[in-house]
């Protein structure tokens, strides 16, 4: 089992940048796909970023460039650095850990209790 802590969210405005940091629990991180999703309100969970266990990534169209997903097996971590953020970008943000990396969230077994971002226009 795994257990998921991220942090570093929060208010910004447009343009700016933010780090997501996923700290996880237990010896088997690496060999876990992780994701990251985010749900603003009355809106569904959408896929953000994945990144595999040999560290290949995958993005949303939204975000691809402005944001890079990274990993440390070492320090069982995960990253996403946002860059350029919009205020679509605005919802509360999850780390997932999985065994591909997909974009759909039903094929994540663990999450985080998420991270609030706001970006102000």
């Known amino acids: 089992q795994v257990q998921l802590v991220e942090s570093g969210g929060g208010l910004v405005q447009a343009g700016g940048s933010l780090r997501l940091s996923c700290a996880a629990s237990?010896?088997?991180?690496?060999?876990?796909?992780m994701g990251w999703f985010r749900q603003a309100p009355g809106k569904e969970r959408e896929f953000v970023a994945a990144?595999?266990?040999?560290?290949?990534?995958r993005y949303a169209d939204s975000v691809k460039v402005r944001f890079t997903i990274s990993r440390d097996n070492a320090k069982n971590t995960v990253l996403l650095q946002m860059n350029s953020l919009k205020p679509e970008d605005t919802a509360v943000y999850y780390c997932?850990?999985?065994?591909?990396?997909?974009?759909?969230?039903?094929?994540?077994?663990?999450w985080g209790q998420g991270t609030q971002v706001t970006v102000s226009s």
């Open positions: 997932a850990a999985g065994r591909a990396t997909l974009a759909l969230p039903t094929t994540y077994a663990y």
């Open positions: 990144i595999s266990r040999s560290s290949s990534t």
């Open positions: 237990g010896r088997t991180f690496s060999t876990y796909a």
